[in-house]
């Protein structure tokens, strides 16, 4: 029973893995475990920012500094950002990847230090949430495949790559080995069973997952995000819809955005659990793209229909969101997250010493 004891408090600190607890002890070091998610938001900010010159590289500097504006304090963004929820490190991570892929394939020339990067980014983001990581992964290994098998000095880049996602995996699956008893056993599985895992079948809260249940919790989380994404008058997602819809052609980041985009989608479809947290929490790593998008709507209007009622309306319409959003949205939503989920920002360990107790359960 000590035994068993022991495998369950080790399994629930390594639930998703080593790399949210690795990210938090960083903080915990300087004594401000809370540092960890904004300090992972401005990292996340300026990688956004030299990603966004590699996605739009003729677009003005004006449209790349209001791009990475807007994905800065986008409500989505900036509220997980401020918490402790590993989605925050791991957005982090597939940003760092993803800029490094982006170098790689943006160059005749194998580009090995980047594919390293973008390895490492990989490998960190597996550490922490592996199915997230997984989405990004898949797409950015058959597209390094695919320029080696075109010329062959690229195979560099994609031994560069797989050793960069070796080191944090690795960690990972040993820090599992020693928690979990196995390197690919996760903590979740050993504290759920099998039934925690992606599939159609009873959850272990007992309702069964179904393709029809796996599809509406999607639409939920498109739902969801609205509102939480811009916290705007009207729904959030119109200008990506509508940025989508006005788009042309799609360079191959793009491609590569939203392949990443939409097999997270039908890999949380697969998955029981409907993740609410500060918004629809599984799909965080859709923010930069939902951003990119967003921010291209007012360029994509005036290239359709010019510099008329068209392009003036979209503006005007866009900012008056902008402003209601500060004005009214905010304000609620401000309020409603600090008066609510108080017992979860309580310092159970801080209480304990104060009061002198010690070595208890």
Not at 126 to 147: Q, S, V
Not at 178 to 194: A, H, N, R
Not at 295 to 302: D, K, N
Request: one cysteine or more; hydrophobic letters at 55%.
């Amino acid at each position: 029973e000590e035994d068993l004891l022991a495998r369950l408090g080790q399994a629930q600190a390594t639930a998703q893995g080593l790399g949210g607890p690795a990210m938090l002890a960083l903080g915990e070091l300087v004594r401000a475990p809370w540092l960890v998610g904004p300090v992972c938001g401005a990292v996340s900010v300026a990688l956004f920012g030299r990603l966004v010159k590699l996605t739009d590289p003729g677009a003005s500097r004006a449209f790349h500094l209001g791009a990475t504006l807007l994905f800065a304090v986008a409500p989505f963004g900036a509220f997980m950002f401020g918490s402790h929820m590993n989605h925050a490190t791991t957005l982090m991570w597939l940003l760092v990847a993803t800029l490094g892929l982006a170098r790689v394939v943006g160059s005749d020339v194998p580009r090995t230090g980047w594919a390293f990067v973008n390895g490492i980014g990989l490998g960190a983001a597996a550490a922490i949430r592996p199915l997230d990581a997984f989405a990004f992964a898949l797409p950015a290994a058959a597209w390094l495949l695919l320029l080696a098998w075109r010329d062959k000095r690229r195979w560099i880049d994609v031994v560069a790559s797989g050793a960069g996602v070796a080191i944090p995996f690795g960690a990972m699956m040993w820090v599992n080995a020693q928690s979990t008893g196995s390197p690919l056993v996760f903590g979740y599985e050993v504290l759920w069973g099998k039934a925690h895992g992606l599939g159609f079948h009873t959850a272990p809260w007992g309702a069964t997952h179904t393709p029809s249940r796996g599809l509406e919790l999607v639409s939920l989380y498109v739902t969801r995000l609205q509102t939480y994404l811009f916290e705007t008058p009207f729904p959030s997602m119109l200008p990506v819809i509508a940025a989508l819809a006005l788009t042309r052609r799609l360079s191959a980041l793009d491609r590569y955005l939203l392949t990443s985009a939409t097999l997270l989608g039908a890999l949380y479809f697969a998955y029981w659990h409907d993740g609410f947290f500060l918004g629809p929490r599984f799909v965080f790593p859709w923010l930069p793209v939902l951003v990119l998008f967003a921010a291209r709507l007012p360029q994509l209007v005036r290239e359709r229909f010019g510099r008329g009622r068209v392009w003036a309306g979209t503006n005007a319409a866009l900012a008056t969101g902008a402003v209601m959003a500060v004005v009214f949205s905010l304000p609620i939503r401000v309020m409603l997250y600090q008066d609510g989920l108080t017992s979860m920002r309580v310092n159970y360990t801080a209480e304990s010493a104060s009061a002198g107790v010690r070595d208890a359960l």
